[in-house]
């Protein structure tokens, strides 16, 4: 069973295997879907530009941005670091108006830190400077 599906209500799936509940738009890349890998059972970040972006020079920016973190991501020293993104997949779309680059990443393990801010707080106590 997807965990997505019991948490929060589906969104759309996109290239038929990404299952989304949340979608944070105003990234430098465009917009990121948080979903889950129906094939892999892991949950991960789909990175794509806009596609409501009515700007096609801010839309040509953000496919520039995401090929530009594909080649990072993959670079020798980077691909495989245990402090870098772990790049699961990357591909083209298609749209009526034409295709653009996605990558899908391994979505970051660790603590909310808004939510453990909050913890210190109602338990009277201040953030640390170091955890």
Do not use: W
Not at 13 to 19: A, D, E, I, L, S
Not at 49 to 59: F, I
Not at 95 to 121: C, K, M, N, Q
Request: aromatic share 6%; charged share 25%; hydrophobic share 30%.
């Amino acid at each position: 069973m997807n965990p997505i599906n019991s948490a929060k209500p589906k969104l759309g799936v996109f290239q038929g295997r990404y299952t989304y509940d949340e979608i944070k738009v105003g990234s430098k890349t465009g917009e990121t879907l948080m979903a889950f890998d129906e094939e892999t059972l892991e949950y991960v970040v789909v990175k794509r530009p806009s596609p409501t972006q009515p700007n096609p020079d801010l839309r040509q920016a953000s496919i520039a941005d995401l090929e530009r973190e594909e080649r990072a991501l993959r670079a020798p020293g980077i691909h495989g670091h245990p402090a870098a993104c772990r790049l699961l997949d990357a591909g083209q779309a298609q749209e009526p108006d034409g295709s653009y680059r996605y990558l899908v990443l391994a979505r970051a393990r660790g603590t909310h830190i808004p939510d453990l801010i909050r913890r210190y707080h109602d338990q009277g106590q201040p953030f640390p400077d170091t955890i």
